[in-house]
């Protein structure tokens, strides 16, 4: 099992979507979960063990590498993508939810088409809009939250060459240098700039659907 | 291992539950299965080879890694997760019972093999408390083995053959204090989830049951 799964479950939700909600799911997959197993993972590697110390004392990588990354960038990019990832979910148990309860009432004896309750797509009003626009704004909340996470932890988005570190049992202050400062550095403003456009793209969603219900409650009145 | 087998039970159990039981699995898929493969396996992969002692006593390391870590944390969580999965089989084992018996028999037996009623709810029911049961025993053996769910990033060591009291220093504790921390609180979620899922169906079929023999007397 992998990230695959999600992608499966997310795919189910692509169905329901907007139009810019299918091309966030698009960016998603490819600008980041892709990005992330293809490229990003190989280059946070083994970073502990590259890390490296100006002193023989045993320890003082482990708890230098430990003060300076407290939860490594590629574990922070993990969880904010399960975590942007899940609000979705929302969605696809309304839906789910909504198509049993036809289900029921057709077996109950209601004149419902069951081939078109299966494939047909459903539209976001009602209730639906309600759960869609709230899952849109929790998937912002948690890009938002992750974002100043990464920049809080790591005081900007720069991957520095060297940290000097005085943590016990480093006999003095010691110079530990990182390894492929550039690489990482670029990968973190990558992945950025994608979590911004994401944002973009859930903020624009959210105005669509809200002007589209504006403009279908004021069609109604007049 | 693949984790594939799991994936696939989990879905097959999706379809007898109830709307707690979906949330229960999605819960498990994503914020524990998910999240043990994509971050925590990795956290604790290089954790032997990163744990260092401040000595150069051949076996001392080995001895006290051996001391402070009986059983690794990822390995528990992988137990955990596969225990607490396990219980499904039960429901999933009845249906195919009834679901073979109707075969059988060839005539429809049961209103629908999958409704749960009957004697399935009482093997749902059993599933339930064998879920919550083992997400309290590892919890305890958690807590009980590593004294809290604390990750220190420096443990004293005075075990043969290491010479005296050596300082060890445990590999990126911070990271495995948040995931651990992480692993504790999807734990208790699940097992809020099926307290309530047992607490609603107990009382759904209470009320049933009631109804049914209060309907019967007014007859």
Not at chain 1, 124 to 131: F, R
Not at chain 1, 155 to 179: E, H, I
Not at chain 2, 29 to 58: M, S, T
């Amino acid at each position: 099992m992998d990230w695959g799964s999600l992608q499966a479950i997310l795919g189910g939700v692509n169905k329901h979507s907007t139009g810019i909600g299918k091309i966030w799911l698009t960016v998603l997959f490819i600008f980041r979960i892709m990005i992330l197993v293809v490229a990003a993972e190989r280059v946070w590697g083994d970073e502990q063990q590259d890390v490296v110390r100006n002193t023989m004392q045993p320890g003082c990588r482990n708890v230098c590498y430990d003060h300076f990354f407290p939860i490594s960038h590629i574990r922070l990019w993990a969880l904010q993508l399960i975590f942007v990832s899940t609000p979705a979910l929302l969605v696809a148990m309304h839906v789910a939810y909504t198509r049993h309860e036809k289900k029921r009432r057709f077996r109950n004896g209601e004149k419902i088409d069951i081939e078109e309750l299966k494939t047909k797509k459903l539209h976001i009003k009602g209730p639906l809009w309600w759960t869609y626009t709230i899952s849109i704004f929790f998937r912002i909340v948690f890009e938002a939250v992750f974002m100043y996470a990464f920049y809080y932890m790591y005081d900007g988005y720069q991957m520095p060459r060297l940290v000097k570190c005085n943590a016990w049992p480093c006999p003095n202050t010691v110079d530990c240098f990182v390894s492929r400062p550039t690489e990482k550095t670029t990968f973190t403003i990558f992945m950025l700039v994608v979590s911004g456009i994401c944002i973009m793209l859930n903020l624009a969603e959210l105005c669509y659907l809200v002007i589209k219900i504006c403009m279908k409650e004021s069609r109604k009145n007049t | 291992m693949s984790w594939g087998f799991l994936r696939d039970l989990l879905s097959g159990v999706n379809k007898y539950s109830t709307g707690i039981g979906r949330i229960w699995v999605a819960v498990v898929f994503i914020f524990r299965l998910l999240v043990y493969i994509a971050a925590a396996e990795n956290i604790w992969k290089y954790e032997r080879d990163e744990f260092e002692c401040n000595i150069k006593q051949p076996g001392c390391e080995n001895v006290c890694f051996d001391h402070f870590f009986p059983i690794s944390h990822i390995r528990l969580w992988a137990l955990q997760l596969i225990m607490v999965s396990t219980p499904s089989l039960l429901v999933v084992f009845h249906v195919a019972y009834r679901e073979n018996r109707e075969k059988h028999h060839n005539q429809k037996l049961y209103k629908s093999p999958e409704k749960i009623d009957g004697r399935l709810l009482c093997t749902y029911l059993i599933s339930l408390i064998l879920k919550t049961a083992f997400e309290i025993v590892f919890l305890v053996l958690f807590h009980k083995l590593y004294n809290g769910f604390e990750v220190p990033h420096l443990v004293k060591c005075d075990m043969r053959p290491c010479p005296n009291t050596v300082d060890c220093y445990i590999s990126k504790p911070t990271e495995k204090r948040i995931f651990l921390f992480f692993l504790v609180a999807t734990s208790c979620l699940c097992i809020v989830l099926n307290l309530s899922e047992l607490s609603y169906l107990i009382f759904k079929y209470s009320i049933k049951c009631y109804l049914k023999r209060y309907t019967k007397k007014w007859q």
